[in-house]
């Protein structure tokens, strides 16, 4: 899809459309105004309109002419804001500095992305004889590229999605995605000279690349019918493809015509003697089962066999899997399973659940290191392979860490980062010897980061809010040191509650600008993420889902309490079911936000199951045709189905993209158009829409910081920030 082909001569042309004129802060504005239909569904009995049902038909001449004017009135405002250009000279700035990505050894050689700075896509280095110990330094100077994807478009449109490195470290193979979509395209290369083989596999969607020998397994579509970018995906397959052949002659390993909407992944053990499956119906629960490929002939074995738990392996050792799972823990448990009797009244727990998420688990160097997450931040513990504590591994603050190594491995790589924290790379050897000392010799900095960036200025802070269900829960904040609590302080709140994901603090170059200009950014944790387990996140799904709304407006009200903003300084963002947060919270709660930003966001709640995933989403969202009860409950929060005449609601942003096929830019359209044509207060709504990107995933550098200035401008203008 391209919403942007036809030229402006042919969008003047097709613009007789109506405008809707407002008088706005003593400057007139006229929004575009979108055509109402007489399109009505009728669910259980209540007849609900859908007047804007043609914007989710893509490339249609009216809705193109609609994007151009909207695009038009957005730009004109914010490029006429003042604030705007400084934004993105200060963003190129503070982003132009070198990351990393935690590296990983196969085969003797070294994997790891850098960006030198304003890159629109990290490149991709190898070290070919790679010594363990190495500093960073020498590492450095021995890397070559192996991969540079800003090769692969003029603009830094296609992004690498996944590569994985073949046992013998022979072969790369590598999955990238054009312009944000999710469709992916498999190609190969050799590592020693890298030169680019004959093989491509097309149709790559939600799919892991596993390594057998001089072949791989991966997951695919068929060629979807209808609007590649919205049509619903289904019948989610695997096959094997070995090197050299076309990709009709692969094997078809799995498939399942009776379940169109399950997805599968494969995944092989180390040393590639175990094939293991998992699929799902959803973007919770998982099954599990392995083939043994050692074997000649055999099939698969269930290790579990329903959705009721998520399900990951870590590690295979001494032929026993080692498993992460929830089963019978919402926090999570380690156990062993023997393959010889998988089922999991046989299995035995390694490290129990405790009070705090079992998050991951890594096995390096004969041990398991354990990240726990404890009131949304990382304790890090390394236990033997029994289970028993050795020791912790300390972090500098707040934050959260990663691993990367081998079973077999003399070293462990691992990085660090929290919200004023850059990422940095460490390496530490081992063995531990850990038993006697329970000291953990904290690893030389291999990679580390310069941000032009005082972080010592500003602090962060962990504090307690009270959600609407009583319970003290973890808010954080992070501000220019010597802030006033006098009610005075611009605020930007930001949320997402859904799905079990967790939100931790991490480093976020992007939104520093707002902190230099005396701005407080302030990270609620919300029921329906993965914070405090699977009771937490079911706690904000289906027919609880307005507990996650209401624990974001708990936080706000709190900061209004505390002092630390007023409802004139308070903004709000989120993105995808974060979007859904923002967009819900602005029209239940006008009273409480000055501005917000909802991105890519799922907004139409009656819909949103019709397009490519959106199906498999329903496990927290319920759909509107399983039930008159589970209709009436989305009917009653859906943004778009909520919004009121008359009312004065916050300034809005809405951003979504042309290539979005997981929420489909259409949720953003109807939203807009209808909160356009409604809204009855002096606060704008605009809404901005991206070309050649999608959902976030691999957006190029020079989109993220156009896409940052403007937001911050916008929120900047909004606040009265100067």
């Not at 149709?203 to 068929?222: E, L, P, T």
């Not at 972090?395 to 990422?423: C, H, K, M, R, W």
């Amino acid at each position: 899809m391209n919403l942007m082909k036809f030229s402006l001569m042919l969008t003047a042309l097709l613009l007789p459309l109506r405008c809707l004129h407002l008088s706005l802060c003593g400057a007139d504005f006229a929004y575009p105004q979108a055509k109402r239909s007489d399109q009505k569904d009728d669910y259980f009995g209540t007849v609900v309109a859908d007047p804007y049902r043609w914007m989710e038909i893509n490339d249609t001449p009216e809705l193109t002419a609609w994007i151009n004017a909207e695009n038009q009135l957005t730009r004109k405002y914010l490029d006429a804001l003042p604030q705007r250009e400084m934004l993105k000279k200060r963003l190129t700035e503070i982003v132009n500095y070198p990351k990393y990505t935690l590296p990983w050894k196969k085969a003797g050689k070294l994997f790891y992305f850098k960006n030198d700075g304003l890159q629109n896509q990290s490149v991709l280095y190898v070290i070919d004889d790679y010594q363990s110990g190495g500093s960073g330094n020498r590492a450095s100077a021995a890397a070559r590229v192996l991969l540079d994807p800003n090769k692969l478009s003029a603009d830094g449109t296609v992004a690498l999605q996944n590569v994985e490195v073949s046992k013998d470290g022979k072969y790369l193979a590598y999955a990238f995605a054009r312009s944000g979509s999710d469709w992916n395209e498999i190609n190969v290369i050799e590592t020693a000279a890298g030169k680019m083989l004959n093989d491509k596999i097309e149709r790559v969607k939600f799919s892991d690349i596993a390594w057998k020998g001089d072949s791989f397994y991966y997951s695919c579509y068929d060629a979807p019918e209808g609007d590649v970018l919205t049509a619903k995906n289904e019948n989610h397959k695997i096959f094997l493809h070995k090197l050299g052949t076309a990709q009709k002659e692969d094997i078809l390993i799995r498939e399942d015509k009776s379940h169109p909407l399950r997805t599968r992944q494969a995944e092989m053990d180390e040393e590639q003697r175990y094939l293991f499956l998992s699929e799902s119906e959803s973007t919770y629960g998982n099954t599990l089962s392995f083939l043994d490929l050692s074997r000649t002939e055999g099939t698969f074995q269930t290790i579990i066999g329903n959705f009721e738990s998520n399900n990951s392996v870590v590690a295979v050792r001494n032929n026993m899997f080692y498993v992460l799972t929830d089963r019978k823990a919402p926090n999570k448990r380690l156990v062993a399973v023997n393959p010889a009797q998988p089922q999991p009244e046989h299995w035995i727990d390694i490290i129990p659940p405790s009070d705090a998420l079992l998050q991951s688990v890594s096995c390096i160097g004969g041990k398991f290191i354990a990240v726990y997450l404890k009131d949304a931040a990382h304790n890090v513990f390394i236990h033997d392979t029994a289970g028993k504590v050795l020791a912790g591994i300390p972090l500098p603050t707040l934050g959260v860490a990663g691993f990367s190594g081998n079973q077999g491995d003399n070293e462990i790589f691992y990085s660090f980062t929290s919200f004023l924290y850059p990422t940095v790379i460490y390496r530490s050897e081992i063995p531990y010897d850990l038993a006697a000392s329970g000291q953990f010799k904290s690893g030389e900095t291999m990679f580390p980061a310069a941000v032009n960036f005082q972080t010592e200025n500003y602090e962060t802070e962990r504090i307690w809010y009270t959600n609407s269900a009583g319970k003290k829960v973890p808010l954080f904040l992070s501000y220019k040191k010597g802030i006033k609590k006098d009610g005075s302080n611009p605020v930007l709140l930001y949320g997402y509650g859904g799905f079990n994901i967790s939100i931790s603090p991490s480093f976020n170059p992007y939104r520093l600008p707002f902190l230099e200009k005396g701005g407080i950014y302030a990270q609620a944790v919300l029921r329906g993420g993965g914070e405090y387990g699977e009771e937490w996140h079911q706690a904000g799904t289906k027919r609880q889902k307005q507990n996650v709304f209401d624990d974001f407006a708990a936080a706000a009200e709190f900061l209004i309490k505390e002092k630390y903003t007023s409802p004139e300084k308070l903004a709000i963002q989120g993105g995808s079911n974060g979007g859904l947060l923002v967009g819900a919270s602005a029209v239940q709660r006008p009273d409480l936000f000055k501005a917000a930003v909802a991105q890519v966001g799922v907004l139409d709640m009656l819909r949103y199951h019709k397009f490519t995933i959106g199906w498999s989403w329903a496990t927290d969202y319920g759909t509107s045709e399983e039930s008159k009860e589970m209709f009436k409950y989305l009917y009653k929060y859906s943004p778009l189905h909520n919004i009121k005449s008359g009312v004065n609601y916050p300034a809005m942003l809405i951003t979504t993209s042309d290539h979005d096929d997981r929420v489909v830019p259409a949720h953003s359209f109807k939203f807009t158009a209808e909160m356009q044509a409604k809204t009855g207060g002096k606060n704008p709504v605009y809404i901005r829409i991206e070309t050649k990107a999608g959902h976030g995933a691999g957006k190029p550098v020079s989109k993220r910081i156009d896409e940052a200035a403007d937001i911050w401008a916008f929120l900047m203008e909004q606040l009265g920030m100067q």
